[in-house]
């Protein structure tokens, strides 16, 4: 028999931000499935007066190089507008988000409200652990938001995590404190994606 396709995440810069000084990277991150091409979070609209003290520098999917068409899932870690902003594009197709995110994005003061509710955006509304794709789960891990949610993907060896801001930085999974990063700790994962970071984070080699 031969081997199934492997899964593939491929990083996409989005933007970068300024934050303490220095310039923060945004990635959104494809992952092609044998079933599917899954998009996990979807970077900054245009610029906003709500995010101008961030000083976003953006390179949105829609001008990209990247075919919005070929996306058959979106997966929103969580709502916050550099995670969005782009659901627009993505009308028609299901994006699964964590119940909990959905109700405390469309709350006052919590992200951009019309990047979350753009004309014929539909979400799949989650109440914890769900398989996406034989070997592709979202799973919560709050911490960063209350209802921020991961991304395992299953390698046959250690899963690899699409973690979005579970971790905004590398410290946060070197010295885990929330449940989420705990939770991502303790999958022993291979390495993890995430949202503001160029590199993946792997575990300490002891
Ligand atoms: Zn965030």
């Given amino acids: 028999m031969?081997?199934?396709a492997p899964i593939t995440i491929t990083p996409?810069?989005?933007?970068?931000?300024l934050a303490g000084g220095k310039r923060m990277p945004v990635y959104a991150h494809v992952i092609d499935h044998p079933d599917a091409r899954v998009l996990v979070d979807t970077g900054i609209k245009e610029l906003h007066p709500a995010a101008a003290d961030l000083d976003p520098r953006i390179r949105p999917l829609s001008t990209q190089d990247f075919d919005v068409g070929a996306v058959d899932i979106v997966v929103n870690t969580h709502l916050h507008f550099d995670h969005c902003g782009e659901n627009h594009l993505f009308a028609g197709k299901p994006i699964y988000v964590q119940r909990r995110e959905l109700e405390d994005a469309r709350a006052d003061g919590y992200t951009i409200p019309e990047w979350v509710d753009a004309p014929g955006v539909t979400y799949e509304a989650l109440d914890g652990e769900h398989e996406l794709l034989p070997g592709l789960r979202l799973v919560p891990a709050p911490g960063h938001s209350d209802g921020m949610q991961v991304v395992v993907v299953e390698t046959g060896r250690?899963?690899?995590v699409v973690g979005g801001d579970v971790a905004v930085w590398f410290g946060e999974l070197d010295e885990p404190s929330t449940e989420g990063q705990l939770l991502v700790r303790a999958?022993?994962?291979?390495?993890?994606?995430?949202?503001?970071?160029?590199?993946?984070?792997?575990?300490p080699t002891v």
């Fill in 187 to 203: 999958l022993e994962p291979e390495l993890v994606w995430l949202t503001h970071e160029h590199e993946p984070w792997r575990p």
């Fill in 158 to 160: 250690r899963p690899i």
């Fill in 2 to 4: 031969p081997a199934p």
């Fill in 12 to 17: 996409i810069f989005v933007a970068d931000l």
